[in-house]
Every structure is written in C-alpha cells, then in structure tokens.
C-alpha cells in the first residue's frame, strides 16, 4: 500500500509531541533518515529540539564540513570526537564488538551533550530494516541492537521505525527537503569502522576515505543503491620496479530496494579498470584493487 506522507508526518509529529514534554535531542548524520526525523522533530517541537552532528572521525572525506553545511539553518551543534572513538576502537577486532563500541561512544556523546543542553529525550531516525537484521541476530545496527542496556535518556523516540528506506526518501521529497539528502546513498551508524576488517587506526581511515571518493567520483553516475571502498588487509604489489606491501582496497556497488537483499552491480570493465588505476596511483599506500561480485545472502552490503 502506497504511503500517505501527510497523514504519516501528522501522525509522527503528534506521536513526537505526545512524548516528549521537555527538551530533546537528535543526532544527525547527514543520511536522509535522521534529515527526516530532525525535520519533521523540528516541526513538532520547534526549539525544544537541539540537532547535534557527532564528528565521530568515521565518516567519509570531507563530509563533516557538507554536514554542517547543510544543516546550516538548524541550530546545529557539532561535537569533535574522534579521538574519543579511536580510542575507544583501540585494539578492537571483533566486528559485533566494533558496533557495540562505536553505538555504546555515541550514546555517551549525546549523554554528554544532553546534560549540558539540558535534554532528557534522545530522537533517532531508526527504520525497519535496522530493527529487523538486529532483532535477527544479524549484525547489531549501531542505533538499534548495538546500544547499551543503561542509557541515561527519559526516553528515546524513533518515529520513522515501520518505515522502509524508499519511504522514507518518499517522506523527504514530501516535506520538501533538498534532493541533495533525499537521494544520499545509505551510510551505516557505525561508518567506516565496518569497511575497515580488523582494527580501525588512523592510517587505515585515511586511506579508506581516500579510496572511497574515487569510488564514489566514478560510481555514483551509475545509479547504485550503494558504492563504497573498504580495506581488507594487506597485500604485496610492484610499483616501479620495487615490491610494495600495500593496502588491499574493495570496491562494493550495489544495487538494491530496500537492503534487505542486494545484487552486485554489472559495471562496465572500463570504469572498474579506471578506479583501480585512480586508487593505485592517487592513493600510494595501496597495492591492490579487488571488486567484490557477492550478493546479499549471502554477503552482507557492508564489510562487518
Ligand atoms: P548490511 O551490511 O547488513 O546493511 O547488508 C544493510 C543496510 O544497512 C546499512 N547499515 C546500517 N545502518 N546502522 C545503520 O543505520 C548500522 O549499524 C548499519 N549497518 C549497516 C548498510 O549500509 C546497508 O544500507
């Protein structure tokens, strides 16, 4: 059944009245989810609602600054905490750990923000799908299964979870907001802590965000659902004519409706062959570009 937008932004917006009586706070991401339940929180509390944008060092080149950018007219309130992450990820292999860290930091960063802005209510745009795969035991979606049990919020309002992702870009083009963010490829919680295998260093962020806007530079005209570059490990190269132990870096594009499933998608050999010449020659810590051709099931979209 098709969705009434109208009719689900009064109902949202109602529901965010009703349940929250005081001050309240929303993470944005920049993801269209959280632009939407920002927007419509906006609408239904006007001023008692703070939008906070996290700078967890996760995310991908330059898109802190886009963030804020964006978000200008909002009384946004950035947090720099990336070492707080880092730190936090120090020694962290295990993917479901990694989740758990990185949803655990946040929450303790919108704690932290929450005392200080006076906030008791914390807003999140959670869909369906993520309540679904961490309900079903398969990955802990980092606002979902991978939050804490104590969390020091009245109460946490997620008024987009029965919506599905094309909904939810339904309910953005509805409300108005600029196509720039209703057409944003989904990007995870956890950010590129899960397109990095193993431990998350400093080195490894930068070459990953490096890799992954050449991806994005030569893929996002072909229309994926989502396209990214993670860092698998390392692997031995020639450049020159001396051996280098380099970066191994995957491209993953997808093509998808809803992220439940996922096909890989049939790029044309050139543009698969032009990145692993860009990402080889503008990014000379890596060695080796692979493309990774698994669908979902029974791969995943992200790495871990
Ligand atoms: P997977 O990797 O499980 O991802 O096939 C399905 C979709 O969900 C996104 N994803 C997340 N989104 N928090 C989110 O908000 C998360 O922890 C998370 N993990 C994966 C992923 O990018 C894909 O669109």
Known sequence: MALNVEQFADDAMAEIRRQVDGQAIIGLSGGVDSAVCAFLAHKA???RLTPVYVDSGLMRENESERIVELFSKFRLVKVDAQDRFLNALKGVTDPEEKRKVVGETFIRVFEDEAK???????????????????EGGIKSHH?????PDNIDFKGIVEPLRDLYKDEVREVARGLGMPEEICERMP?????????????????????????????EEELLPFGPWQAFAAVLGKA????????AY???IAVRAVSSRDAMTADAMELPWD?????SQRITGEVPEVSRVVYDLTPKPPGTIEFE
Do not use: F
Request: glycine residues 16%; proline residues 4%.
């Open 45 to 47: 509390i006007g001023d």
């Open 116 to 134: 200080r802005i006076g906030a008791d209510y914390l807003i999140q745009g959670t869909i369906y799908p993520d309540r679904i795969e961490s």
């Open 143 to 147: 606002n979902v299964g991978g939050l």
């Open 187 to 215: 990007y995870p919680g956890p950010g590129l802590s899960v397109r990095i295998l193993g431990e998350v260093t400093k080195e490894k962020l930068d070459v990953v965000q490096r890799a992954n806007t050449i991806v």
């Open 236 to 243: 031995t190269g020639v450049k020159g004519d001396v051996r």
């Open 246 to 248: 380099g970066w191994v």
């Open 271 to 275: 543009a698969l062959k032009r990145i």
